[in-house]
């Protein structure tokens, strides 16, 4: 196995789980290896769950990926990547601890149990099924942020019988 074919993998897996596109990325590509401690050597099959912090991601993306990302890009790492999983349930968050305050440095994630058994057949003659059932239990998150904006829309009759939906904010 070649990492660039892991991080390419990766990438595809995003994409079919209805990830939104601000997330079908290497950075994703790599957050998503790293919960499954999946370095180049080791097949979809191996995959497994440990716990991990933002931090110890990006030091493993350096470390068997080789990629190196800045200390001040956590954050980015956080919010642009981690939270999307935790919302799409891929990941679960201190799951260990589920009271830790959300500003403690020892925050953890873990793929989620259904997530790990699903991305486990990737590549196997399983995956196509595996993944038609997986969907079909949860909403992916494009849909997700798609119904949360259309419940935030506000009606607006801008003449007799003719109505519009405006999204809060400055218009």
């Known amino acids: 196995m070649s990492s660039s074919s892991h991080i390419t993998d990766s990438h595809q897996i995003l994409i079919s789980l209805g990830l939104p596109r601000a997330q079908q990325n290497e950075r994703s590509a790599l957050c998503l290896l790293a919960l499954l401690d999946l370095t180049p050597e080791k097949s979809w099959e191996q995959a497994h769950n440990p716990l991990v912090g933002i931090t110890p991601i990006m030091d493993w993306a350096r470390s068997h990926y080789k990629k190196d990302y800045a200390p001040n890009t956590r954050e980015t790492v956080r919010r642009q990547t981690m ?3 935790v919302d799409a349930g ?9 009271c830790r305050p959300v500003n403690s440095p020892k925050a953890v994630y873990q793929i989620s149990p259904a997530a790990l058994t699903l991305l486990r057949s990737f590549g196997a ?3 196509h099924d595996n993944l038609t059932t997986y969907l079909s239990g949860c909403q992916t998150l494009v849909a ?5 904006r259309e419940q935030n829309r506000i009606p607006v009759q801008i003449a007799p019988g003719k109505t519009i939906a405006l999204s809060p904010g400055h218009h």
Not at 90 to 98: K, T, V
Not at 144 to 148: D, N, S, T
């Open 144 to 148: 997700k942020y798609a119904k949360e």
């Open 90 to 98: 891929i990941a679960l968050y201190n799951p260990d601890n589920p």
């Open 125 to 127: 003659t399983s995956w």
């Open 83 to 85: 939270h999307q999983f």
